[in-house]
């Protein structure tokens, strides 16, 4: 698998233990079919809008019927928040890899802004940033809401555990946070895959710019540590 | 008019000059009336989206009838576009106002920004960035997109200047434009007038955020100037 692919897997429930292989097995290929029902149906949303694309067309890209693609997700909008979900499971497992890292804070939140870079610009970016504007139920808004507000609250405390542990300049966190979310949620509006830069380029460099502006201008001299990149890995 | 507003008169041509006053004030009032549509628009899209807006529902705002509308804008599209230029041309003006002016190019960067921002955060904001997926013809799409490039060059282009002058600490100036451009244009996602902050606060909170990351770290202590805010006014 492409390391710029997040796995939808991560974004459901793991199929329950088995004690049989045989059925382990079967359920390791449903995991892939339905893994593969929604990468199809997040490409599909990206370029051509949630509300122009059918289950119909999904199912067509899969050479398979309807009904099977519905074996997998009970509707169109399950299918929307699938995909929203395994961009954004990305950025919820970068917070939970670092949580208990000795690292500075500017360190834990370069690790989850990277993740989220990457993410923004998978096949799941266009799903991640706008899910929420496509006259989505009530309660499916609400669900999606929660999910971003957690991750700008995560990032919202990094943040001000940064500037107390000195690792990063005297902000306003939530600000800040807008800002930096904001730029990396924008990635979805211009990053194609065609470009010369692979998403974990564009992360990358991302991560490099905020650095400029997060880094206390006192220790601008002080020799920095080798990127956290090297020592956390997001389980795929 | 409200600082925060952009006046939509700005957007399209001036009205031919006249030397009779009365035709005069008939074009100035032609004028007030076509602005108002712009902005009814502006709300309307903003709130409902393009597409389930109708001219009819903009026509209801105001209390008059369709045909009335149909007097000022030709038809839709060229309604939202009305309402995209009104939003960018704010920009546009900020950019060159600070043209001839020998003020560091970091400082003639902040105005730009800072104008930029405002523009997001006023009700243009929406048709600014969501603009280009409405499914537009063609011949908009271009339009479109090419005075965004020509703003994300400009702001390159101040980038450039600003690493060459020593304003600005060195960068890669297309991902930083990337960067900062992605982080207003966000603003329109999740600022709503009703917040306790206005657009300008706004602005000036992106403004100094960024400042931490493109001012050069090794004049970190060398005073800085007062802000160009004081010395550039966009005419309105």
Redesign the interface.
């Known amino acids: 698998m492409n390391s710029r692919r997040a796995s939808p897997h991560q974004a459901g429930k793991e199929p329950a233990a088995s004690t049989s292989p045989w059925r382990a097995s079967r359920e390791r290929r449903r995991e892939v079919k339905r893994e593969a029902v929604i990468r199809a149906a997040a490409r599909a949303f990206n370029r051509k ?1 949630y509300h122009n694309t059918s289950l119909d067309d999904i199912a067509a890209t899969l050479e398979v019927t309807k009904p099977t693609v519905y074996y997998y997700v009970s509707n169109k909008e399950q299918l929307l928040f699938q995909c929203f979900l395994a961009g954004v499971e990305q950025i919820r497992a970068a917070f939970r890899e670092v949580k208990d890292l000795e690292a500075p804070a500017r360190e834990r939140l370069n690790a989850v802004l990277r993740h989220y870079g990457e993410a923004v610009a998978s096949e799941f970016g266009w799903c991640m940033v706008r899910a929420e ?1 496509q006259d989505l139920s009530p309660a499916m808004s609400r669900h999606i809401k929660a999910l971003k507000s957690e991750i700008d609250q995560g990032i919202r405390r990094l943040i001000r555990e940064g500037v107390q542990d000195g690792s990063i ?1 005297r ?2 966190p939530k ?2 946070a ?10 979805a ?2 990053y194609r895959e065609s470009q010369s830069l692979t998403g974990a380029e ?1 992360a990358e ?2 991560v490099t ?2 650095e ?3 880094r206390p ?2 220790a ?1 001299q002080v020799a920095t540590r080798a990127p956290l990149r090297r020592r956390v890995r997001i389980a795929r």
């Open positions: 809008g504007d300049e902000c306003d600000m800040t807008f800002a930096l979310a904001g730029a990396l949620n924008w990635i509006h211009w564009i460099a991302f710019i905020f400029g502006g997060l201008r006192s601008s």
